[in-house]
Structures are given as C-alpha cells and as structure tokens.
C-alpha cells in the first residue's frame, strides 16, 4: 500500500480548507439487563463491556480499562506502521503490548487515599527491522509517539466536560 499517495489528496484537501479536518467520533453506552455490563455503540460496531471481576463482573468481557488499553495498543500499532510505512521502513514484525496498573480500593471506594484509575500505563514496542538503521529507529519512536492520538491524549487530556439529563 502507496500510504503517501493514499494520503496526499486529504492533506491537500485539510490544507486548503482547515475545516474539513475536524472531525467529531463519538461512543454511547447503552444499560443491559445486569448493572455490571453495557453496550457501547461507535456508530461501525457495537462492543460489549462489562465491570471487572475485581469489582464484581463475570469476568468474562472486556471492562472499560481493558478497552482504554486496548485503544492505546491500537492507535500505537497503527500510527506505528502508517508511520514505518511512510518512512520505508521495511518491518518483518511491530507489535505494541499496553499495560497499565490500577488500584481496585479507589474504584469500590474503600479508601480515600487511592486514587480511582490506572496509576501506570507502559507501552511497549517490539520492532523487527533488520535493515533499519538506529536514526530511522528512532525517529519512527519520535513520529509515532507525536502522531498516537491516544498517546497523546492521555499524555495532555483535554477539558472534560460533562452533562446529566433528567428524563421524567
């Protein structure tokens, strides 16, 4: 795949009208019959998520962290080879693993002292390129780390803003 090609009309496109790079995506939940699972609908696929076992999930579905993470890896992996792509940068393997380190006592409201969510979130990539030269390495790290929009996002989160409505 020519990503360059791909991509050249749409940055063509931006350039000349700013505008039509802003893009809104959006996520709704949805209840279930059981208070510890929902849906969540991104408008192409429906997923199903459920609290974890730790505070009282079936364990069996992914929880909201585990689609947090599972974000991160995402748009890691993929920056990373649209990145490596655009670079010529042949890869035999680029794999991204994401772990992160919550504290469940914030979560249940046991204790005050911690925190509710991940306390730590590793990414890690494990890169196979063999003709790669230490600069192309470190500079696929550098854009790939500056164009993971998830990555960045948690590194500087945006204004949160929430609104409840009250239905009769």
Not at 63 to 81: E, K, M, N, R, V
Not at 116 to 134: D, K, L, M
Request: some cysteine.
């Amino acid at each position: 795949m020519d990503l360059r090609s791909l991509q050249k009309p749409l940055k063509e496109r931006y350039r000349a009208n700013p505008t039509a790079s802003r893009i809104t995506l959006r996520a709704k939940g949805s209840r279930t019959d059981a208070p510890v699972s929902c849906s969540v609908d991104i408008g192409r696929a429906v997923y199903q998520a459920e609290a974890h076992k730790g505070v009282g999930g079936a364990g069996a579905g992914a929880c909201s962290g585990d689609l947090l993470l599972g974000a991160l890896a995402a748009c890691a992996q993929i920056t990373c080879q649209m990145v490596a792509a655009a670079m010529g940068i042949a890869a035999e393997r680029i794999e991204v693993t994401v772990e992160g380190e919550l504290d469940l006592r914030g979560t249940l409201g046991i204790s005050k002292d911690v925190p509710v969510g991940f306390e730590n979130i590793r990414v890690n990539f494990n890169i196979a390129a063999p003709n790669a030269t230490p600069e192309q390495l470190s500079a696929l790290r550098e854009k790939t780390e500056q164009f993971c929009v998830v990555m960045q996002t948690l590194q500087h989160p945006p204004k949160l803003q929430t609104t409840w409505l009250r239905h009769p």
